[in-house]
Nanobody, 132 residues
């Protein structure tokens, strides 16, 4: 059974930093698909749609939403089965529940790397709150 477990959320003041982690277990899809965006971070604020933040290939190639470029960095430690999101220069508009997601063999890869419809596996989320 595939599990994704996020951690690292919290409350910070504007301008601060947080690093989110997502530990996966039972997930093996990525091992044979190095050039596919296979994991991503999303966020969802109250009353808003889920928004793709960053996605990564097993090769390390990344893509970001315009709203976080230059501030957020997605990375992975395949030996630890862990996905990270380093968030710097946080702003109140970054306040949201943050989720990690992964594709499966049944995923429709025609969806963009930052589309929630691409991903079949989801974590439970970790809350990030940024105060001004």
């Amino acid at each position: 059974q595939v599990q994704l477990v996020e951690s690292g959320g919290g409350s910070v003041q504007a301008g601060g930093s947080l690093r989110l982690s997502c530990v996966t277990s039972g997930y093996t899809y990525s091992r044979s698909t190095p050039n596919v965006y296979y994991m991503a971070w999303f966020r969802q604020a109250p009353g808003k749609e889920r928004e793709g933040v960053a996605a990564i290939m097993r090769t390390g190639t990344t893509t970001y939403a315009d709203s976080v470029k230059g501030r957020f960095t997605i990375s992975q430690d395949n030996g630890k089965n862990t996905l990270y999101l380093q968030m710097n220069s946080l702003q109140p508009e970054d306040t949201a529940m943050y989720f990690c997601a992964a594709i499966s063999g049944a995923s429709n890869l025609r969806h963009s790397p930052l589309s929630q419809y691409r991903y079949n596996y989801w974590g439970q989320g970790t809350q990030v709150t940024v105060s001004s």
